[in-house]
């Protein structure tokens, strides 16, 4: 599977900030996913990232508030746009490995608290 | 309407017995993949095994092994041998083929804890 590495592992943020996070994939991978997890919750897809195009969301996310870029086959940015203590959230950088079933894997995750 | 249903919102086992944590879909493909996760408190999101829609055998690894029953829409995890380490959130998770592509859903996560 690609290792996959997440920054910040964790942050403390100021409501009504901005904080991006980054993905780094040790591979070139086609599609990246980012996923959060809220307090308790399980995990819920935000966006698939492919290069080369903008990133397409899910029902109930968008743009303006995740903003994502792909500039390459092995990075992407996730940013969660003018924070409130409901963004407090594990944000999952994810890419479909190469073993069976196309199984994705995730990075370490990213805690954010927003106070 | 869930896609993904854990039931099982806790789970106790005693260390060195095996426990099952039960999953159930629904999808209208013919082509799916079925995974469950394992996600320690640290919280990073740990593969633990794949089945294929249209894998005959039950899928096993170490000792893991997926119960798929395709006609009842169930794909239930075994754990054997349950060791303290086992103790975590387990999420099942399933990909549709066709216009899905690779998105993976997630079921609600059963909490596991392992007794010394």
């Known amino acids: 599977s690609a290792v996959i590495s997440q920054k910040p592992s964790r942050d403390i943020c100021q409501r009504g900030t901005s904080l991006t996070i980054q993905c780094q994939v040790d591979?070139?991978?086609?599609?990246m996913f980012w996923y959060r997890q809220q307090p308790g919750q399980s995990l819920t897809l935000i966006a698939t990232?492919?290069?080369?195009?903008?990133?397409?969301?899910e029902s109930g996310f968008v743009i303006d508030k995740f903003p994502i870029s792909r500039p390459n086959l092995t990075f992407s940015t996730l940013t969660v746009s003018n924070m409130s203590p409901e963004d407090s959230s594990i944000y999952l950088c994810?890419?479909?490995?190469?073993?069976?079933?196309?199984?994705?894997?995730f990075g370490e995750g990213s805690w954010l608290t927003v106070v | 309407a869930q896609k993904i249903t854990q039931t099982q919102p806790g789970m106790f086992v005693q260390e060195k017995e095996a426990v099952t944590l039960d999953c159930t879909y629904d999808t209208s493909d013919q082509s799916y993949g079925l995974f469950w996760y394992k996600q320690p408190s640290s919280g990073e999101m740990i593969f633990l095994i794949y089945q294929g829609s249209y894998d005959e055998q039950n899928a096993t690894e170490g000792r893991y092994s997926l119960n798929f029953q395709k006609a009842r829409k169930s794909a239930n995890l075994v754990i054997s041998a349950s060791q303290l380490g086992d103790s975590a959130m387990y999420f099942c998770a399933m990909r549709e083929g066709g216009a899905g592509g690779f998105k993976t859903i997630f079921g609600a996560g059963t909490r596991l804890f392992v007794k010394a």
């Open positions: 990232a492919n290069q080369g195009s903008e990133a397409t969301y």
């Open positions: 591979s070139q991978v086609t599609m």
């Open positions: 994810s890419v479909v490995g190469t073993g069976v079933g196309n199984t994705i894997y």
